[in-house]
């Protein structure tokens, strides 16, 4: 059924325009008039043709989609707020999500920044432990399935091909079978008996990410079997990727499920630290490493010093862009957008047809002078006596025109790899350059605040709104900030707060009772969160932070730290 611009459904929800029409039925922008707000409104067509049985599976699959994401509850997937039936088709109402595919990301830059697709990584990584804990699978996870926002964060959508998973149970399947999409679905999607598991959501995941890294859609798992080495190396293709990141990838898509990942927290944690055992090539000596002795401010702690709600990063542009989820095996899988900034864009299927970043050095230093080479001794003249000449004629020779002295040519001043630093952090980035790459602006003050744990520290940087865990072990990772002003202070719902240890809060307890590497790896914190006006830099590969008390850290993107 095509509906008119102005038309209503369920006495609620009017329609704005059609989105996507695909081979099942169509996505539509809709108006909640209750709510007064965007979303969008999936509908599943009666097909003509079909048997009755085949319809009722169909049926069965859409109110099974409805029903999963109904009780979903995430920051990274899109919410399922109603579904209904009306005439012979079936609905789906959802939230109306502003962004652009990574598909369209793709083709728009060909390879992504890899700090950007780990900081996506890990949001869609998140996703999928708390949907694989809730018993969930996506299988159909790729480009066109990931939603960037304006905002920065990372939208896991089309839940089409959604599978219930019981661990205790293998016989579980879906009511519709189908593989998904061939570059990103693991070879156990193509069997006939649809054995899958959560390690068939790494693989999708991999294939993406690796996309996103190189530019280039990987090889089928049918290919790949054929022929093993068709699948060419991320480093191959985009030698700025870090070493770990591409031995993650790399078992992330093993064709063999046992090979990969077992679960989205463990390929999580490879991609935000080296995977042990993986090499790296160190360019110059490194400064002393951090220890668990540490230097703390006498500043008691104090407030952050707003209370203003934290924004998330802005990754895309300012304007607006609309996206409405649409299902894999009933409309299809890809996303359309039709209108760009400034006018909102939109989604579609894959088959659907569109219409539409001076304190004193504290930090040991070294400088790597070049030895000249020595200079070689040069032979000396041998003093052979000349030839006693023959005079045949009175003729005296001819003379000879001596030629015009040329000009030395000015010499070229070399124009250095990047443009030198300067300021409070210019001889750590001497040092560090190798591994820092270029300055990506120059170095600013920035609200930060900070809280000591038993095996390391946390900062929140209010410039990027980043949580950083510091582990006195040597690695880092970076974390977006997901607490906002209104949550609980405290997010731990496996124990109560306590006063000794202090339980970390708010931003830093969300981090800190979220990811399960944090917490196990810091420990209980020793003090209470402070802020101050700390000093930062930014690199290609890195960034470079100072405390008001002068502790300097330097952060590679590798997941190495030093002090």
């Known amino acids: 059924m095509t509906f008119e611009t102005g038309q209503v459904l369920q006495n609620r929800y009017r329609i704005v325009s059609l989105l996507g029409q695909g081979g099942m039925g169509a996505v539509y922008r809709a108006w909640d008039t209750r709510l007064n707000i965007p979303i969008a409104l999936k509908e599943m067509t009666s097909q003509p043709g079909l048997d009755p049985q085949t319809l009722a599976q169909l049926r069965q699959q859409f109110q099974q989609e409805a029903t999963v994401l109904a009780r979903l509850d995430h920051p990274n997937l899109v919410n399922v707020t109603d579904f209904f039936e009306e005439g012979n088709n079936t609905y789906l109402v959802m939230n109306f999500v502003a962004g652009e595919s990574l598909a369209d990301l793709i083709a728009r830059q060909g390879t992504l920044p890899e700090r950007d697709v780990l900081t996506w990584a890990g949001q869609l990584l998140d996703a999928l432990a708390y949907c694989h804990d809730q018993g969930v699978l996506h299988r159909d996870i790729k480009p066109q399935n990931v939603i960037i926002r304006p905002d920065g964060r990372a939208m896991l959508v089309d839940f089409g091909l959604v599978k219930l998973w019981d661990p205790h149970d293998p016989r579980t399947r879906t009511a519709i079978r189908s593989?998904?999409?061939?570059?990103y679905a693991p070879p156990e999607q193509y069997d006939t008996a649809g054995?899958?598991?959560p390690r068939s959501d790494i693989y999708g995941l991999g294939a993406t990410l690796y996309h996103a890294l190189t530019g280039q859609s990987p090889p089928t798992a049918t290919q790949r079997i054929v022929n093993p080495a068709i699948l060419s190396p991320v480093r191959a293709l985009n030698p700025q990727t870090s070493p770990h990141v591409e031995t993650a990838l790399t078992r992330a898509l093993e064709l063999r499920p046992e090979a990969r990942f077992?679960?989205?927290?463990?390929?999580?944690?490879a991609l935000k630290y080296p995977i042990q055992g993986s090499t790296r090539v160190v360019a110059h000596p490194a400064p002393q490493r951090a220890t668990g002795t540490r230097v703390v401010a006498p500043t008691p702690p104090t407030a952050r010093r707003k209370a203003t709600p934290w924004k998330w990063i802005v990754a895309g542009g300012a304007a607006i862009l609309a996206v409405a989820l649409l299902g894999g095996a009933i409309l299809g899988t890809a996303w359309l957008f039709g209108d760009r900034p400034p006018t909102p864009a939109v989604a579609d299927l894959a088959s659907a047809t569109p219409t539409g970043e001076a304190a004193a050095e504290n930090v040991p230093t070294t400088t790597n002078t070049p030895i000249s080479p020595s200079a070689s001794p040069i032979p000396s003249d041998t003093d052979t006596p000349s030839p006693p000449s023959t005079t045949t004629s009175d003729t005296p020779p001819p003379t000879v025109t001596p030629q015009p002295t040329s000009t030395p040519l000015p010499t070229e001043t070399?124009?250095?790899?990047?443009?030198?630093?300067?300021?409070?952090?210019?001889?750590i980035w001497q040092s560090e350059q190798a591994r820092l790459g270029c300055a990506t602006g120059a170095a600013h003050d920035s609200w930060m605040a900070q809280q000591h744990f038993e095996w390391g520290q946390m900062f929140w940087r209010e410039d990027t709104d980043n949580m950083l865990a510091v582990h006195n072990s040597g690695i880092w990772g970076s974390y977006q900030d997901i607490w906002h002003e209104g949550d609980p202070e405290y997010s731990c719902s496996d124990s109560a707060p306590e006063e000794s240890p202090p339980t970390p809060k708010r931003g830093f307890g969300k981090i800190w009772c979220t990811y399960t590497e944090v917490r196990n790896g810091l420990g209980w914190a020793t003090d209470g969160e402070r802020g101050f006006n700390g000093t930062v830099q930014d690199f290609e590969r890195g960034a470079i932070i100072r405390t008001d008390s002068g502790e300097t850290y330097v952060l590679f993107d590798d997941g190495d730290w030093l002090k």
Do not use: L
């Open 195 to 197: 054995h899958t598991d």
């Open 262 to 269: 077992k679960n989205a927290t463990e390929m999580s944690a």
């Open 179 to 183: 593989m998904g999409t061939p570059e």
């Open 414 to 427: 070399p124009t250095p790899a990047c443009p030198a630093v300067t300021g409070p952090f210019a001889s």
